[in-house]
């Protein structure tokens, strides 16, 4: 069992930043994948960025590329994300996820609660 922790959410003008945080616990951190997905209300769910366990590999939605940076500290036991140049349509609650690999075979198992972000314009 892995739980994650999310925090960072907040209200902020639009060309702002945030940084985004999510402690895990409960198993070997680096055995797993760790990301990010969004979602805003009447919206799918979707994803925003992903990071390997040795964090050698990250990948990101075309709609965060050049924004958004993805990092983890082992040490911490925890992942971030950088948000930077923050647009209204940025808005959504974050959610983290954690799986055993990276690749369509690895299920998304664990989340976390969520935490808002909300643009102003």
């Known amino acids: 069992q892995v739980q994650l922790v999310e925090s960072g959410g907040g209200l902020v003008q639009a060309g702002g930043s945030l940084r985004l945080s999510c402690a895990a616990s409960?198993?070997?951190?680096?055995?797993?994948?760790m990301g990010w997905f969004r979602q805003d209300p009447g919206k799918e769910r979707e994803f925003v960025a992903e990071?390997?366990?040795?964090?050698?590999?990250?990948y990101y939605a075309d709609s965060v590329k050049g924004r958004f940076t993805i990092s983890r500290d082992s040490a911490k036991n925890t992942i971030y994300l950088q948000m930077n140049s923050l647009k209204p349509e940025d808005s959504a609650v974050y959610y983290c996820?954690?799986?055993?690999?990276?690749?369509?075979?690895?299920?998304?198992?664990?989340w976390g609660q969520g935490t808002q972000v909300t643009v102003s314009s």
């Open positions: 409960g198993r070997t951190f680096s055995d797993y994948a």
């Open positions: 996820n954690a799986r055993r690999g990276i690749g369509p075979q690895y299920e998304y198992r664990y």
């Open positions: 990071i390997s366990g040795a964090g050698l590999s990250k």
